[in-house]
């Protein structure tokens, strides 16, 4: 079965680090971009940014470009969202979703499946 | 960029048809064959319902469809049942690795 996994809630305070992690499992995760979407409490679905674990490659939306840091360990077939300095701005729910398989030439636009998900809690 | 535009609610009745729309710009729902819609349930990550503005995962019922008609999608839910309700998502490629979705539609099974 193909999996992502993601790590658990946390509770942080404005300007603390944070790194949260989406593990997948049931297929090769070097072979599909992994994006990562934020929704912000009642609120609905943004794109964050994109990464292909088999070569770090890299891509973030304008809204989070420099915000946010997206990383990958694919010898642990885990993906990384963190941030250097929280804001409670930050506060929301955060999935990683993994993006259909690239063949020659052609890759395909939607999402599946979601992680469950990692709330992150920025309080003062 | 901004966000695709989705009615904040839709609502039916069991076995009635509702469909909700999503209203982009030629950058995105109108310049490509890209749109995805997806369900959430409260408190549960989003599920794919549609990809490529009209196919259907393996598992999602055909109660479910999908079309397109210059910058705005629609998506169909026939049959209503009563696990239908939730949120839906539409979202659309808008090139150079970017995607934007729509505000999100709550559906109500009266």
């Known amino acids: 079965e193909v999996q992502l996994v993601q790590s658990g809630a946390e509770v942080k305070k404005p300007g603390e680090s944070l790194k949260i992690s989406c593990k997948g499992s049931?297929?090769?995760?070097?072979?599909?971009?992994i994006g990562w979407v934020r929704q912000m409490p009642g609120k609905g679905l943004e794109w964050m940014g994109i990464?292909?674990?088999?070569?770090?490659?890299?891509r973030y939306s304008p809204s989070f470009q420099g915000q946010v840091t997206i990383s990958a360990d694919k010898s642990i077939s885990t993906a990384y969202l963190q941030w250097s300095s929280l804001k409670a701005s930050d506060t929301a729910m955060y999935y990683c979703?993994?993006?259909?398989?690239?063949?020659?030439?052609?890759?395909?636009?939607?999402?599946?499946?979601w992680g469950q998900g990692t709330l992150v809690t920025v309080s003062s | 960029q901004s966000a695709l535009t989705q009615p904040r609610s839709v609502s039916g009745s069991p076995g009635q048809s509702v469909t909700i729309s999503c209203t982009g710009t030629?950058?995105?729902?109108?310049?490509?064959?890209?749109v995805s819609w997806y369900q959430q349930h409260p408190d549960k990550a989003p599920k794919l319902m549609i990809y490529?503005?009209?196919k259907r995962p393996s598992g999602v019922p055909d109660r479910f469809s999908g079309s397109k008609s210059g910058n705005t999608a629609s998506l169909t839910i026939s049959g209503l049942q009563a696990e239908d309700e939730a949120d839906y998502y539409c979202?659309?490629?808008?090139?150079?690795?970017?995607?934007?979705f729509g505000g999100g539609t709550k559906l109500t099974v009266l």
């Open positions: 979703a993994r993006r259909g398989y690239c063949s020659t030439g052609s890759c395909p636009n939607w999402f599946d499946p």
């Open positions: 049931g297929y090769r995760f070097t072979n599909y971009w």
């Open positions: 990464i292909y674990p088999g070569d770090s490659d890299t």
């Open positions: 030629s950058s995105d729902v109108g310049g490509y064959n890209y």
């Open positions: 490529d503005v009209s």
């Open positions: 979202c659309s490629y808008a090139g150079s690795y970017f995607w934007v």
